[in-house]
């Protein structure tokens, strides 16, 4: 009875740990749009691809992929110029970086997805969906506005959201080497409650990943290239998106994109 009970128990441990491996996220790369693109993909079923936004990478997703991978193919890249991806010295318009994301996706076969973005990942969401919109069952809108669209320009010139224009050689002097001083300002500044804020263990992950050449010149690049994004996205606005979507925002977060016109 007892070789029996050791024999179940080793059968369920394998089991377990079989489980838990199928749904650990894989790392990959693909060369695509130029670019040299990372991604975690993990889980089978309909695709779900998520964008993460600013202070962030794909690592941020990780909770959510190990659900979302029960029942979904879930891929998370880092969009150009975060993370492990490439971080050329141009191409930040939301406009280019969701066709990176467009063209790493027909690499693998994808040509109908679920579709949620983050910050400044829901920035390139919208100019995904405005730009493939057949492609897009539904998507999710997190935490950001949408430049060019609505009086986007209380938010740009807020006092408080100075980062938005805080961009070229004297800004990356100053936080060369300080990485994880400037982010701190996003993760505890910005938090409703910073005891509740991002992890210590993630706070050193993301500074260690900003920190790499070109990087943080990268993301101080998706800020600069708003005034462009405005133009682009004023233009897709005039065609509504007819897919469902949701919105979603913080209590204490800012204003999110309305469903009037733009993003309908």
């Known amino acids: 009875m007892k070789i029996i009970k050791v024999i179940l128990l080793a059968l369920c441990a394998t089991v377990c740990l079989k489980t838990a ?25 309909d695709p779900i691809v998520l964008l993460h936004g600013f202070a962030e990478t794909s690592h941020m997703w990780r909770p959510l992929i190990r659900e979302l991978a029960k029942n ?5 890249p880092d969009l150009r110029g975060y993370g492990s991806t490439s971080a050329p010295a141009d191409g930040y318009t939301k406009t ?15 040509k109908s997805i679920g579709l949620v973005g983050h910050d400044i990942g829901l920035m390139v969401a919208y100019a995904y969906a405005a730009q493939y919109p057949a492609e897009v069952k539904r998507i999710v809108l ?3 506005f949408l430049p060019g669209v609505g009086d986007w320009t209380k938010v740009w010139l807020l006092r408080d959201l100075w980062h938005f224009h805080f ?18 300002h996003f993760w505890n500044d910005f938090a409703a409650d910073p005891n509740k804020s991002i992890s210590a263990s993630d706070r050193q992950f993301y500074a260690k990943e900003y920190a790499k050449p070109g990087h943080m010149a990268a993301g101080m690049q998706t800020f600069k290239a708003f005034e462009q ?36």
């Open 96 to 110: 280019l970086m969701a066709q990176d994301i467009h063209a790493l996706l027909g690499s693998l076969g994808h």
């Open 167 to 184: 961009y070229g050689k004297t800004p990356l002097a100053l936080v060369a080497g300080r990485e994880r001083t400037y982010l701190e």
């Open 142 to 144: 997190m935490d950001a």
């Open 21 to 45: 491996f199928a749904q650990a996220p894989q790392s990959k790369f693909a060369e695509v749009n130029g670019i040299r693109i990372h991604y975690l993909v993990a889980g089978k079923g």
């Open 229 to 264: 994004d405005a133009k682009d996205f004023a233009a897709y606005a005039k065609t509504p998106l007819k897919m469902p979507m949701l919105v979603l925002s913080g209590e204490k977060a800012g204003p999110v994109p309305h469903r009037s016109g733009q993003a309908s």
């Open 72 to 76: 979904h193919t879930v891929i998370a």
